[in-house]
């Protein structure tokens, strides 16, 4: 499933676009301009379970791939998966989705756009931006109405050994937080898959 930030034409090919049905083989894809003119390409992953393979910026759970692209010129994305033992630390303070698998974000915008860069102060700039000088740190987000941009909801299409253990470190987390909070309808569907995880860990040591 994928949203859309407006009406406006979205000038990118993203082959193939079925994010909701991951699996190890198909951890690829790729983006292309189909428009006349240039622009700049934005891909942002925001996942517990998935990074994307050399980033052009990452920061915390967060990884960018930025590119100009002229018509016809297309870029190759690859996620991978995360090591949740590194990566817990920044839960949950710094993760917006309810799930571990998150979102993936991709946008473009004109040549001549303003983008604001989220810096190690974590502080937000406005400048013209020129990708070739920023530090792997600095997190790019386009101007706002300025871009156009397709989201789309990850998830595996059947769970690995892999994404088992990184739901097994999530879920715990997640559900700690939420209940300090107080309940909520995440919680209750949290509570859910993390009795279905524990069933399932318990019938495999049977």
Known sequence: MSTSSKPEEFYLEITPNNFEETTPENMKFRVKNVKDEIVMVLVDCESFMFRIKDPKSRDVLITQKFEYLKKGDE???????????EDKKHLPGMYSPENAEGKMTISH????????????TH?????????????PSDLIKFYEHQEVSRQFLLKMKEDTEESRKIKAIFIPIMLENMRAKGPTVDQKVLEKKNAKSKKKKCCTIL
């Open 109 to 120: 915008a004109q040549t001549n756009r303003t983008i604001i860069v989220k810096n190690d």
């Open 75 to 85: 870029i190759e994305v690859e996620l991978e998966f995360r090591n949740p033992d």
């Open 123 to 135: 502080c937000y700039d406005d400048k013209i931006y020129d990708p070739k000088e920023a530090s």
